[in-house]
């Protein structure tokens, strides 16, 4: 992993995991508290970051192009690199949520986060476009 925040916790590359999504065109809306965070709510650092993407076909085709940029992996505790997973849009969308890390940190990926059924479009409709560290990300207005 890049950049350790001490002995095995990886560290957290957000404006990497982000340009990734970005390069892709990957439509999505970052959620939890690294979304609290970005719009200077005052909690402490978080070790991952959460999105919602847009859950269309050609949105997921083109998060899985930028998984596969990252070298993300599905997080758990017994294997600390992470488990390789071969994946496509149909795949991603046939989970709820995916836990992944990858070089640049520990991220996840939620449809439906708790409290939006709506999902993407239900947070979208209410996010702010926010410039955090020379990089862009979207976040909802309003968080639980």
């Given at each position: ?10 560290g ?12 892709r065109?990957?439509?999505y ?16 650092a978080t070790?991952d970051?959460d ?6 076909q ?11 940029d ?7 505790e017994?294997v600390?690199d ?14 709820e949520v995916?836990?992944l ?17 709506g ?15 020379r ?10």
């Amino acid at each position: 992993m890049s950049g350790q925040d001490g002995p095995g916790e990886p560290g957290l590359n957000p404006a990497a995991i982000v340009a990734a999504l970005n390069r892709r065109q990957v439509r999505y809306v970052i959620i939890g508290a690294f979304a609290a965070i970005a719009q200077r709510a005052p909690m402490p650092a978080t070790r991952d970051i959460d999105f919602t993407p847009d859950a269309s076909q050609d949105n997921l085709a083109r998060l899985s192009l930028a998984l596969t940029d990252l070298g993300a992996r599905i997080r758990t505790e017994a294997v600390p690199d992470g488990l390789p997973f071969s994946h496509d849009a149909t795949s991603l969308a046939a989970a709820e949520v995916w836990n992944l890390v990858c070089a640049d940190g520990e991220f996840d990926i939620s449809f439906r986060p708790s409290g939006f059924a709506g999902g993407y479009a239900q947070l979208a409709a209410n996010a702010i476009a926010c410039a955090w560290e020379r990089w862009r990300l979207s976040s909802p207005t309003s968080l639980t």
